[in-house]
């Protein structure tokens, strides 16, 4: 059956105990080859050789018919050649060709030979019952389900898989679709400015869940499967722009309970973990399930299809714990792994890895820990869900992320691109001599610091280190650079001297920095006496100003959530929710020595930048993620030397992607007039993976 590409089943296996019988009784193996293209051939077209004639022919009968060709014509399953065996020696089974052995001698060969064929019988028997996960698995077939423009991305089955449901961009933004898998057009099930993603079927059919930012912090809502009115469920406490993909993983891949009673989502605690919750749709309750160890993220929560287990991500490791029991890991080495969906029969996990290159779809089995590789994209394969008759959607998944040099006051049409790497490009910053642009590149496998001469176009690695190195940003003289990097194995900030290549620790925390809250490198003050990072702290992430040098660390402000400096080290430009607990974001700047303050905006606002003549602060101004445009607030000079700026005119955008592409911000010019930052554009489809099982 493999040998023809066809499906292999049980009887595929009895094949394979006939061609072990065969070569014990005989010493030979029924089909011979000097190569594997003459065994195959041997194997599908010869006809079996003639067994010996010391092999009696009842035993020569039943290993004849576990090596038919045809699947059909073979004993079924392992426990009819049992019952046949057995027959034999009970010797239910004897032809008359038998007798012209001496009683003597048949005995010995049937207590020999039959013994040995039913220890060889069991031992295959176990072997396949206790590493069936790992015997050659049949070709699966993959389809894809969606073809169309823009990213198609969190897919999800009805009950009775005759659907699914996506979030598309089609729009710019994300909204959930609901498609018939058996073609069709698709219908819009959600229309809002923000993105509404994850969508998550619940088993009854009554429900879709997904995840969305209506302006006051994201939560997760429920809307029956067509058009209709949908409603806040509960609320996950994360930030939609400044840590999206912890938003996006609120929802695992089946989060709801097989009664579809409740529901597992994640939320951040105000200590700076995130927990995973369930909640009871009848009743409302909520109940915390993990309780992470500081600094850890529980996300992408699911039930197994029979409600005994759920598996969930810390990290980038896969852990399991019973529905009233303790978390143990699953999976943990030096891949990513993530995205954890169950099997059917709940007793294996599908996931996302990196492992082999590439982020593809693997599956590891709960009780034996071995591993199968499941997809071989050349993109990456990701956010795979499981139906319960064993079908896999996932979504292939692609995209170009460059660095863009362009004028603020020229259209986009005329910004030049500068990197043209299939990699990813980020955190975009611009020397204070204006001819170097400094960004971060995992285009060598690992994120690496780069720096991209404008004049020439010449390209110098300036990291090379195991781990990771991100978020970088100049000193005033252009001299060093400080970046998160995780040396020494934890997460701290580091200074890089530019000539020299040496580097130093600035931060002692007992804690490591996690790398994705606010997408917000550490920023050095335009005067040079203070360096701004987010670190943990004991009510959770903090934001904390550090001497250059080491030590003297404080936290002047609370509940930031993102910063730049405003012309020096006492003035700080920042955003934080607003205090009338709307969950609305509220951008400020403020005088950190005498806590005055000024209100700039209200409104969605992420990775802000303030030009270096405190004209202007260029931001992420969306309640989409994958729609931030790049955005202009003038400011006004402040009236006095110790005084403040004010908001000046209206909102000017940049950038236009549509459902093109999203920008990530970079840095400004030194004379304010131009800007760098990141085009990445997404394109993802949803495809199937038909006989899964």
């Known amino acids: 059956e493999q040998l023809r590409g066809q499906p292999a089943d049980a009887r595929s296996d009895v094949w394979a105990l006939g061609a072990v019988l065969y070569e014990m ?23 079996l050789p003639l067994l010996s004639g010391t092999v009696p022919p009842e035993l020569a009968a039943i290993i004849g018919r576990c090596l038919e060709k045809e ?36 005995r010995w060969w049937l207590a020999a030979g039959v013994g040995a064929a039913v ?24 389809r894809p389900l969606t073809s169309f423009v823009g990213m198609e991305w969190g897919v999800t089955f009805s009950p009775d898989t005759s659907f699914i449901a996506y979030g598309h961009n089609r ?70 722009l400044e840590r999206a993909i912890d938003a996006l993983f609120s929802l695992g891949a089946i989060p709801w309970s097989p009664d579809a009673n409740e529901l597992l989502f994640s939320r951040l ?55 009233q029991g303790e978390p143990e890991q699953l999976l943990g080495d030096q891949y990513l792994n993530t995205e954890p969906a169950w099997s059917p029969d709940s007793q294996r996990v599908v996931f996302h890895s990196n492992r082999g290159g590439r982020m593809n779809l693997w599956e590891i089995e709960i009780r034996s820990r ?71 590149s995992d285009r060598t496998g690992n994120y690496e610091l780069w720096l991209h001469d404008r004049r020439t176009g010449a390209e110098r690695q300036l990291t090379d280190h195991p781990a990771t190195d991100v978020m970088a940003d100049w000193s005033p003289d252009g001299k060093q650079i400080v970046f998160l990097s995780g040396r020494e194995g934890s997460v701290q900030v580091w200074v890089l001297e530019v000539e020299s290549g040496r580097v130093r620790r600035l931060s002692q925390r007992s804690r490591s920095i996690s790398f994705e809250p606010h997408f917000s490198e550490p920023r050095w003050s335009p005067d040079g006496k203070a360096i701004g990072f987010f670190g943990a702290g004991e009510k959770g992430e903090t934001f904390w100003v550090v001497d250059p040098q080491g030590g003297n660390e404080s936290s002047p402000l609370s509940g930031v959530v993102g910063f730049d400096w405003y012309r020096d080290s006492r003035h700080l430009l920042y955003t934080r929710p607003a205090a009338d607990g709307s969950g609305v974001l509220e951008m400020r700047v403020a005088d950190i020595e005498t806590g005055k303050e000024v209100l700039l905006l209200r ?18 101004h969306s309640v989409s993620h994958f729609n931030m445009q790049l955005t202009l607030l003038r400011l006004a000079p402040p009236a006095s030397p110790d005084g403040l700026p004010r908001p000046l005119g209206k909102l000017q955008q940049l950038t236009h992607g549509g459902s093109t592409f999203h920008v990530h911000n970079g840095g400004w010019s030194p004379d304010g007039k131009a800007i760098v930052y990141t085009r990445d554009h997404d394109s993802g489809d949803v495809y199937v993976i038909q006989n899964y099982r």
């Open 71 to 106: 699947p059909e014509q073979r004993y079924q399953r392992a426990g009819e050649v049992r019952a046949a065996l057995e027959a034999i020696h009970r010797g239910a089974v004897a032809p008359p060709e038998t007798r012209r052995y001496r009683p003597v001698r048949r």
């Open 603 to 620: 409104g969605p606002s992420a990775e802000m930048v303030v030009s270096r003549d405190g004209r202007g602060v260029a931001f992420l």
């Open 119 to 142: 220890v060889v019988l069991v031992f295959v028997f176990l072997v396949f019952r206790l590493t069936r996960s790992e015997a050659p698995p049949q070709a699966l077939t993959i």
């Open 269 to 323: 605690e105000p200590s700076g973990e995130i927990a995973i919750w369930k909640v009871n749709l009848r009743t409302g309750a909520e109940t915390r399930v993990t309780k992470p160890p500081p600094g850890a993220l529980d996300l992408y929560a699911s039930w197994s299809f029979d409600g005994k287990r759920i598996v969930f991500t810390r990290g980038t490791s896969l852990w399991l714990m019973d529905a």
């Open 370 to 440: 071995r591993l199968r590789q499941l997809t071989t994209e050349s993109g990456n394969a990701i956010l795979p869900t499981v139906s319960p008759t064993g079908r896999i959607a996932y979504t292939s998944y692609s995209h170009q992320v460059d660095i863009y040099w362009g004028q603020v006051d020229r259209p986009q049409e005329e910004h030049q691109r500068l990197t043209s790497h299939t990699f990813n490009h980020f955190g975009a910053r611009v020397s204070p001599d204006g001819q170097q642009v400094l960004y971060q």
């Open 171 to 240: 729009y710019g933004h994300m909204d959930i679709f609901v498609l018939p898998t058996g073609g069709g057009d698709p219908v819009r099930l959600t229309d809002n400015p923000a993105d509404e993603l994850t969508p998550r079927w619940s088993p009854d059919g009554r429900y879709i869940a997904f995840v969305s930012d209506r302006g006051a912090g994201t939560n997760i809502y429920l809307s029956p499967p067509l058009p209709g009115a949908e409603r806040k469920l509960v609320e996950t406490n994360i930030p939609w």
């Open 25 to 47: 009784a005989t010493g030979a193996r029924p089909f011979q080859g000097r190569t594997g293209f003459e065994l195959s051939s041997a194997i599908l077209s010869q006809p």
